[in-house]
């Protein structure tokens, strides 16, 4: 907005806006401060209930300021898709745009000089655009699940799926340097067909809006189809790839769940009895079981099916089941197993999964819990529901090897899916070298190294202008 020349970092803000659900809230709020501590003010936008729930987590020891907005939806109707979407594209923006006028010199010298929008909140692309703020994109999960929605023009050219989405061939989905996928698994296929239609829309504007952004900052390691020290491409051959590719400029500067710096935001009140009820189980017995924050109910089928398994199984286990999950389970269980399970609605999975007693991670592959399982390096039941999930679960599987699908939810499967991972002498160690690839110091580094890249480029155009779009070196 007006001469961006001459800003002082300290007089620069950077406004984040985070698709409003745990997982992304978590990492922009991380990346938030990542940004304070390179010097700039950093305000992080969410609808008021959000806001209410993190704000006392957040102001007690963060700088990041936190500003709500309305999504003029009523308190207590159901947040789904489609809700947000609507008040994503409807009512939001026009917030948004107040906001930015209000934030820009409001103080001596502040200039909004970023927006940082969630590719999963991609209005807020446009209201940059309308307010003369360079906007940058933030995608939350694995640079390969970008990849598949960029594919999508080809995809369609290609006979793969109909213009709306729909798989035309039975079988596989293969891009380069991906692991094959099925066509059942493409992120938008979620619900009935009407649903998966509209999921489609949504990501096809996301595509076009995504288009002009110079940056995508990805909450991801480089070299994510690599195996351990296998076909790592190495460094020019990556940047060669990078800047050959048209915008944005992708700067991988994730897992962002490892800076610790900032404790998670969460949105709903920790149990932490589990942490209790876990220092009384053997080292590796216990298999803790959560579904992340944003899936809807599996069915109460196969609530059921995975709560006779585990009961029939006899092993410890801790799982997240929140108040719409509950009605699957069989009458008089909770009583039943209280010697040997603990149920709870919502726990402090970090610390849960950094406790000895965990040996086993039962999850729906969110793209977070992916990375704290990476970080704790415990050994995955995959058992993906929707989205991207499908993505992470072929990388896990597939590619690392640091975890087993699960078919089903019957005693046969969980059993057999434990068998395989305890007869993998070689898991563990695959888990230690993805950790220090990931999370080691030099992954520290490198990804620091390439939000200072990002930055750089930044500070460079609001200098130069919009037009310039320069090609680095930078590590990714
Ligand atoms: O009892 C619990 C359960 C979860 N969590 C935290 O909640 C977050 C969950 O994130 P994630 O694993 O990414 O799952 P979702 O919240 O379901 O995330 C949505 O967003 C992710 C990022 O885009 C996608 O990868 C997922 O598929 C999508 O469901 C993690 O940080 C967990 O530590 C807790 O703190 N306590």
Redesign the pocket.
């Given at each position: 907005m007006g001469n961006m020349k001459c800003i002082k970092r300290s007089n620069s803000i950077i406004i984040l806006v985070p698709y409003p659900?745990?997982?992304?809230v978590?990492p922009m709020l991380k990346l938030a401060s990542a940004f304070l501590s390179h010097g700039f003010k950093s305000v992080l936008v969410t609808p008021d209930h959000i806001h209410n729930q993190i704000v006392p987590k957040v102001e007690q020891n963060d700088k990041i300021l936190c500003m709500p907005i309305p999504d003029g939806l009523d308190k207590d109707a159901p947040r789904d898709f489609f809700a947000i979407e609507k008040a994503m594209e409807n009512t939001m923006p026009g917030h948004l745009e107040s906001l930015v006028h209000q934030l820009d010199h409001h103080q001596d010298g502040d200039q909004v000089v970023c927006i940082v929008a969630d590719l999963l909140a991609s209005w807020a692309i446009d209201v940059a655009n309308r307010c003369g703020v360079p906007s940058a994109g933030f995608w939350?999960?694995m640079l390969a699940t970008y990849r598949l929605i960029t594919a999508i023009p080809d995809m369609v050219r290609t006979g793969l799926i109909s213009d709306t989405g729909f798989p035309k061939q039975l079988g596989g989905v293969c891009l380069p340097n991906q692991p094959m996928l099925s066509s059942e698994d493409l992120p938008w296929l979620i619900g009935t067909p009407a649903s998966r239609k509209a999921r489609f829309k949504f990501w096809k504007r996301t595509l076009d809006r995504s288009k002009t952004l110079p940056w995508l900052l990805v909450n991801s390691f480089p070299n994510e189809y690599c195996t351990n020290g296998e076909q790592q491409l190495d460094h020019h051959q990556l940047v060669k790839m990078n800047t050959q590719a048209q915008q944005p400029l992708v700067f991988p500067i994730g897992p962002l769940?490892k800076h610790t710096t900032i404790k998670?935001p969460?949105f709903w009140e920790?149990d932490t009895s589990c942490l209790t009820w876990l220092d009384k189980q053997n080292p590796n017995s216990v298999i803790y079981i959560?579904f992340?924050?944003?899936?809807s109910p599996i069915g109460e089928a196969k609530v059921r099916s995975l709560a006779l398994a585990l009961e029939a199984l006899g092993k410890p286990f801790l799982w997240?089941l929140g108040s719409s999950w509950l009605g699957g389970l069989p009458n008089g269980y909770l009583e039943r197993v209280s010697r040997q399970g603990k149920v709870v609605s919502?726990?402090?999975?970090?610390e849960v999964l950094q406790h000895k007693a965990v040996g086993f991670y039962l999850a729906?592959c969110?793209?977070?819990?992916?990375m704290?399982a990476i970080q704790c390096q415990k050994p995955l039941l995959c058992y993906p529901v929707?989205?991207?999930?499908f993505v992470?679960c072929a990388y896990i599987v597939k590619v690392w090897r640091i975890g087993v699908k699960l078919i089903g939810f019957g005693q046969k499967d969980v059993e057999e899916g434990l068998k395989k991972v305890a007869e993998d002498a070689e898991m563990s160690n695959r888990l230690r070298k993805l950790n220090e690839r990931t999370m080691g110091d030099e992954a520290n580094l490198r990804a620091v190294a390439n939000l200072s890249a990002f930055i750089d480029d930044q500070l460079k155009i609001l200098t130069l202008g919009f037009s310039s779009n320069g090609v680095h070196d930078y590590d990714l």
């Open positions: 659900a745990q997982g992304h978590t939350p999960a769940s998670n969460s920790e959560s992340g924050s944003w899936v997240v919502w726990a402090p999975q970090l729906h969110g793209w977070n819990s992916t704290e929707a989205g991207d999930q992470n």
